[in-house]
T-cell receptor, first 112, second 110 residues
């Protein structure tokens, strides 16, 4: 029972390159989230998916797209990476019963 | 003003000390509150939920004061392993949005 998994763990991109961050959960939760964490800023919501087939913007969606592939998987895509997207990205899922969020181990992304 | 504000610290305390953190929130629509713990270069993990009546889990006590819009976390008999960043989180029922504070860093010294 892995909980929430993310790949890759680390990534370095050049400005303008694209990439997709993968997230999967085996907790059978409906809702999934993508956050970014920057020093002094706390965790900020990029996109979320309340259930399979739906996605909604969070606080900082610009420059990102998401896909809820099925109940287990929620991916985050950077079409044209910019240095401002250098951050740690966390995927999460939550139990709507307890409102508890469960996070993946994170992806450390550097854009040069 | 940030919706959830915390003193970033660091709080440096000796082993065995009692330490308290406060967190203030500005959105009165927030109804559910949590403390998460985040170790260096790791993901946040739920420490405890915060209830209006207050709740205790071993050495940890959380309190919510809705009138003054703040949440507190008290750690008694601090251990070296308590060294981490503690995140205050607020959520509004029926939404999918949680607001995270920037965290308070605690260092417990031997």
């Amino acid at each position: 029972n892995a909980g929430v998994t993310q790949t890759p763990k680390f990534q370095v991109l050049k400005t303008g390159q694209s990439m997709t961050l993968q997230c999967a959960q085996d907790m059978n939760h409906n809702s999934m989230y993508w956050y970014r964490q920057d020093p002094g800023m706390g965790l900020r919501l990029i996109y979320y998916s309340a259930s399979e087939g739906t996605t909604d913007k969070g606080e900082v969606p610009n420059g990102y797209n998401v896909s809820r592939l099925n109940k287990r998987e929620f991916s985050l895509r950077l079409e044209s990476a910019a240095p401002s997207q250098t951050s740690v990205y966390f995927c999460a899922t939550d139990s709507r019963v307890t409102d508890t969020q469960y996070f993946g181990p994170g992806t450390r992304l550097t854009v040069l | 003003r940030k919706e959830v504000e915390q003193d970033p610290g660091p709080f440096n305390v000796p082993e065995g000390a009692t330490v308290a953190f406060n967190c203030t929130y500005s959105n009165s629509a927030s109804q559910s509150f949590f403390w998460y713990r985040q170790d260096c270069r790791k993901e946040p993990k739920l420490l405890m939920s915060v209830y209006s009546s207050g709740n205790e889990d071993g050495r940890f006590t959380a309190q919510l004061n809705r009138a003054s819009q703040y949440i507190s976390l008290l750690i008694r008999d601090s251990k070296l392993s308590d060294s981490a960043t503690y995140l205050c989180v607020g959520g509004a029922p029926g939404t999918y949005k949680y607001i995270f504070g920037t965290g308070t860093r605690l260092k417990v010294l031997a």
